[in-house]
């Protein structure tokens, strides 16, 4: 598990093309959800960078959804990502919530394990997108992540990845963080293949 893995990232020949259907998929998606009369029409994740800010811009300027936002809190999130975090989601009028990010023992235990602390990250956002859209009933789910920009890791969030490698830890807090965030990333991806909900990578 220690051998660090390439990230593959796609390469498009009309890249406005890509993102003008995009936008389209976006529009017919968020009228759909205006039909349903539910207080948000789009769940996002926020980091406070350009791609999720620009997500937020298309859904509240553009569309006029009512977007419920939420950033994982970690040691990790620059102070100036938070500011942004702030100043975007107050000056788009979205709700946002902040949401405790994975542990530093779990961050440490996926580095020496993978190589990779970001592995903690890339889960841990799945419970939170999940629980909030279960809550809120919110079946369409926003990310602002880009498989051109920020490449794709082979594992990516697949429940069985991390299950796997938090199984070897032997600290019993790690295990049990590692085994809730396994549950609930499988509930996702059951969720989103069944239909019940709804991802669009806008990035």
Known sequence: ??????????????????????QEVLRGLIEKEKRKKNKY??????????DSAYALYLL????????????LATDFLAKGARQNVERITKAFGADHLWIKGPSKELFRHFLMKTGRACYACMISIVQPFHELAVKNKIKLIISGYS?????????????WFVRNVV??????????????????????????????LTLLNMG
């Open 60 to 71: 509240k300027e553009k569309f006029g959804a009512n977007v419920l936002c939420f950033t």
């Open 1 to 22: 598990m220690s051998q660090l893995r390439k990230r593959h990232r796609i390469v498009l020949r009309d890249p406005d093309a890509y993102y003008a259907k995009k």
């Open 167 to 196: 199984r070897e830890s032997a600290d019993a807090k790690v295990r049990e963080e590692g085994m809730r965030l396994y549950r609930e990333s499988y509930n996702y991806m059951i969720d989103v293949f069944s239909g019940r």
């Open 41 to 50: 029409q789009a769940l996002l994740g926020i980091s406070g960078g350009k």
């Open 147 to 159: 498989a051109m920009t920020d490449g794709m890791d082979p594992e990516g969030t697949s429940p």
